[in-house]
């Protein structure tokens, strides 16, 4: 099967319900993302005004199949977009925590010796910490969150993705941002 | 499914979010119901919420993408081999490059590490370290090192001298270069290729990306050798805009960076060294146009110009280069490689050729420094301003024209010793003293248009005429005609050849290329040198005089004058300097005495052009002495004595507009008679009498904050400017347009700062506060102190000094 069907028809399956889907879907964005990060990187795309979306929207049109895809997809899609740059920025701040800590220094993996700086790190340790919690409480702002600070989506962006209205997402997320900083302080 | 506590606290927040601040303590207490674990959730949640900060603002996206472009299955640790990595510096389409230190040596070094891609095939590992052998033993100051080229594991990596600096990439988006530092980097990155193709190694991709420049100035080309390592692993990649690079490495594969890629290259043939002295002119092409020759949006496109177009001709800023510049660009973009310049042995020496020939015409050209009062009615400006206590100094800048002016000098000086640098006929005799006569009063549209009259003669004793000319083109706004001049130049070089310049001669014109390029104190000490070897030489003592004006040594100046008074009473302009000194010396018996002296005998001579100046000149110091209606006078009579010239006749109407700025009605007539009168005349020397007088007039406006009739002016002048191309003319507006958003209290249009301060001082970029530290001094103190300062705060950083400090 093509790349973009497959794709599509794991997105509707995971959207229809069935977990096992996800599973073989990361993977397959995981490695679009990054050869469009790598692309971006070198066309110094990535700079601060970066238009974010624009990066995962690409992947997302290479991957899927417009003709056959629904808006759920594209939410979804977003969704494990936002999912795959957290857990890989997770990684690299434990990484650089276990080199601030002496332990397995010389393992450590090269690009994160730039790409997350040591107070980010313990920053984003302690921030996916209080959002495993939120989510326990609140699964929709965890969500947002995710969304936002990880995929980089705007406000009406992640009203978009989860077809809810944005003035409802912009409560939401204010709400979350509050407690998250209560939790970090 | 959320806690209830949870549940109230988030509705509790919202409703609070909507009470008015000092109402809501008391709206919780009761919301709350009494529950206080509720209450202070709700609390700290709005404590948290008001809390001023950024948390959360910027998505961290763009690092996640960072660490995933970072992140390879089997990335090296945080060392490799004896090498300890500091920082990655960069990614490309050939790997990552680290910043690592290399303990054994003690010394940093730039650390390429090949990908897996490439280091899967042993072929091309092969071909690669073949290569990038031969480079490492090129040793050239100009060339980027390589010291080593290893394996650690499975990891292939290069380390190689790390250069601190800025690309030239980075260097050309900030704007084209000049012409002197395009040559000298050019020049340099030739070097480079020389000594390489001497040891057989061919770069195959020179772009500005692998063009480093120091803060030194030093100029290394990076990745000799590396070339070979690229290939293309996606089709999709020709229709995408990105110049990854890409190289030759199999027949009939294209690669490398579209816009610099010889034709040969882009064929997919074989290349040698002449492809790299392609891709050089390309690079220089760039760097003077600010545009490769061949831009296209697309891979695809950028291929198909290159086979098929000619390069867009040189455009607009290269119309004045040097002849031999564009033979060379012709000859390195020559896209049959046979046509080509065949060595960079033989381009560097074209490069040395051409920045030896055009060294005089670098010099920089202050936009302050200069004829203190060339332009039209500047001075009554100048006058009003003094009167009101406060200077500002309007800029009198001639640059461009200067520099062009400098190449036409240059070259005559260079390859001609004529038997008399001066004409040599009586009636361009005559000519050339009535031009020399204008230039003392400043007049040079007379003056060029008495030197344009014999500088048709294409006899040797036109050298002075020629030089004069140059000196007077660089006064006005005029770069095409000096180009012109400097056509004529080349032409009567050759029949020059045969004489032998006199050695006062040779003083004189070596004398005037100083000042045209802007060395007043070497003119001066010429003018010196020419005035003790013949004391009685009434006018080298006027141009010892105005070299002493330029730099402001107005007693000296004023010195000189009487001297050449002295040494020929009939010299209208003498006494007309002397004036005009005393005048700024606001010593007004000793002014007064000498313009009525110089009015004498300019109407003896019947030399209207004198008259009229002389009348503007008196005009403005009455101004400034306070007597309007003296001041009028003056102006009128003027008026009244030049109305069949409407050159004068223009400049004292804006003068008239000025001096009743304050009665509309009046200023207005004035100034639409000047308008009229410019309209009359030939267009562009019109448009530049225009440009003047409405910068002037806004010049007013701006010192009374009457801003929205000094933004008209402006504008107004602005788009004449820019219309008729003129560089001078453009930097005056510029400039009162930026003084006129600081009055408004608006961000100075920084790009529009930054090309003028670009003509100013060339070769850096100007952070803000250097732009305001720049408009602050120079508003309140003179020129000199003002150019200090800026270049002071420069060299420390920027550093913001009050004026008066």
Request: a negative charge.
């Amino acid at each position: 099967m093509p790349q973009n069907l497959e794709i599509t028809e794991l997105l509707r399956r995971w959207a229809a319900g069935e977990k096992a889907a996800l599973d073989e879907l990361v993977p397959l964005v995981e490695r679009e993302l990054r050869k469009i990060a790598r692309r971006a990187l070198r066309e110094e795309r990535l700079g601060p005004t970066l238009q974010t979306t624009e990066l995962v929207n690409e992947a997302y049109l290479r991957l899927v199949d417009q003709t056959r895809s629904q808006w759920q997809n594209r939410a979804h899609f977003f969704a494990i977009a936002a999912q795959i740059v957290r857990r890989v920025l997770l990684d690299h701040a434990r990484n650089r925590n276990r080199a601030k800590r002496g332990a397995g220094a010389n393992h450590l993996s090269l690009s994160s010796v730039t790409v997350v700086s040591p107070q980010k790190s313990q920053e984003l340790i302690a921030l996916d910490e209080a959002l495993i919690r939120l989510a326990e409480v609140d699964p929709l702002k965890s969500q947002i969150v995710e969304l936002r600070y990880f995929g980089g989506l705007s406000l009406e962006e992640t009203a978009e993705v989860l077809n809810v209205a944005p003035v409802t997402i912009s409560r939401h997320w204010h709400l979350a941002k509050a407690w998250l900083k209560h939790e970090l302080g | 499914m959320k806690s209830e506590l949870w549940q109230r606290a988030e509705t509790l927040f919202h409703q609070a979010l909507e009470t008015n601040d000092d109402e809501r303590e008391a709206w919780l207490q009761i919301a709350s119901q009494g529950d206080s674990e509720l209450l202070r959730e709700v609390e700290v949640l709005l404590r948290s919420y008001r809390a001023p900060d950024s948390f959360m603002e910027e998505s961290v996206f763009s690092e996640g993408l960072q660490a995933l472009a970072a992140d390879d299955a089997d990335a090296p640790s945080g060392k490799l081999g004896r090498y300890e990595i500091i920082k990655r510096i960069g990614i490309g389409g050939m790997g990552e490059v680290f910043l690592a230190h290399d303990p054994e040596l003690n010394r940093q070094v730039a650390l390429k590490l090949l990908p897996a891609l490439v280091t899967d095939d042993p072929q091309r590992v092969r071909r690669f370290r073949q290569e990038a052998h031969a480079a490492s033993t090129i040793s050239h100051p100009n060339v980027a090192h390589i010291y080593e080229i290893g394996v650690e594991g499975n990891q292939h990596f290069t380390s190689m001298e790390y250069v601190e600096g800025r690309t030239l990439r980075e260097l050309l988006n900030q704007g084209p270069l000049t012409v002197h530092e395009s040559l000298k980097i050019a020049l340099e990155v030739g070097r480079a290729l020389e000594s390489a193709h001497a040891s057989g190694v061919i770069h195959r991709d020179i772009k500005p990306e692998n063009i480093m420049i120091r803060p030194d100035g030093y100029v290394k080309v990076l990745d000799f050798g590396l070339a070979k390592l690229h290939r293309m692993d996606d089709t999709d990649d020709l229709h995408s805009t990105q110049t990854t690079t890409l190289v030759l490495t199999e027949p009939g594969l294209i690669m490398g960076s579209p816009s610099y890629m010889s034709p040969e290259q882009a064929r997919g043939f074989d290349v040698d060294a002449r492809a790299d002295i392609w891709s050089l002119g390309v690079v220089l092409y760039e760097m003077l146009c600010g545009v490769t020759p061949f831009p296209a949006s697309t891979r695809i496109d950028a291929i198909a110009a290159l086979l098929r177009d000619e390069p867009t001709p040189i455009s607009v800023p290269l119309r004045h280069a040097h002849p031999s510049l564009r033979k060379l660009l012709k000859r390195m973009l020559a896209k049959d490689k046979d046509q080509r310049s065949r060595t960079s042995a033989e381009v560097v020496a074209d490069l040395q050729n051409l920045i030896r020939d055009m060294q005089v015409s670098i010099k920089r050209k202050s936009l302050f420094h200069g004829p203190r009062l060339a332009f039209l009615n500047h001075s009554v400006l100048e006058a009003y301003r003094s009167s009101e206590g406060t200077i500002i100094r309007t800029p009198l800048p001639f640059f461009i024209a200067t520099i062009i002016a400098g190449i036409a000098l240059t070259w005559a000086v260079k390859s001609f010793p004529p038997h008399s640098a001066l004409p040599s006929h009586p009636e361009s005799e005559q000519q050339y003293r009535r031009g020399v006569e204008a230039i003392f009063r400043d007049d040079f549209y007379s003056a060029a248009h008495h030197f344009n009259a014999v500088s048709g003669d294409l006899h040797a004793g036109s050298v002075m005429t020629h030089a004069r000319l140059a000196e007077v083109w660089a006064e006005l706004d005029y770069s095409d005609q000096a180009n012109y001049e400097l056509l004529t130049l080349t032409n009567i070089v050759p029949l020059a050849k045969s004489f032998n310049l006199p050695e006062v001669d040779a003083l004189y014109v070596d004398a005037v290329k100083a000042t045209v390029s802007g060395d007043y104190r070497d003119a001066m000490t010429l003018y010196r040198n020419i005035v003790q070897k013949d004391v009685t030489n009434a006018v080298a003592w006027m141009d010892l005089g105005r070299s002493y004006e330029r730099l402001r040594w107005w007693d000296y100046a004023a010195d000189s004058y009487r001297q050449a008074c002295a040494k020929d009473p009939s010299l209208a302009s003498a006494f007309f300097r002397l004036g005009v000194v005393e005048a700024a010396r606001k010593n007004e018996p000793e002014a007064n005495t000498a313009f009525e002296r110089a009015f004498q005998l300019y109407r003896v001579a019947n030399d209207e052009e004198g008259a009229l100046e002389l009348l503007n000149r008196r005009s403005v110091f009455a101004y400034q002495l306070g007597r309007k209606d003296e001041a009028h006078r003056f102006e009128e009579e003027a008026v009244r004595l030049g109305h069949f010239n409407a050159y004068q006749s223009v400049k004292h109407n804006f003068a008239l507009a000025a001096i009743f700025h304050k009665e509309v009605q009046v200023a207005k007539g004035f100034e639409s008679e000047a308008r009229k009168l410019a309209a009359s005349i030939s267009l562009r020397g019109a448009d530049q009498l225009l440009v003047n007088g409405l910068v002037e007039i806004a010049w007013l406006y701006i010192r009374e904050n009457d801003l929205i009739n000094a933004q008209q002016y402006v504008l107004e002048a602005l788009h004449i400017a820019q219309r008729s191309g003129l560089r001078i003319g453009r930097a005056k507006a510029l400039y009162a347009r930026a003084q006129l958003y600081l009055h408004k209290g608006l961000p100075v249009a920084d790009d529009e700062f930054k090309e003028m301060l670009r003509i100013e001082f060339p070769d850096r970029v100007f952070p803000k506060q250097v732009i305001a530290l720049w408009l602050t001094t120079i508003i309140d103190v003179d020129y000199e102190t003002a150019i200090n300062r800026f270049r002071e705060a420069r060299t420390n950083g920027i550093v913001i000094v009050s004026p008066d400090n």
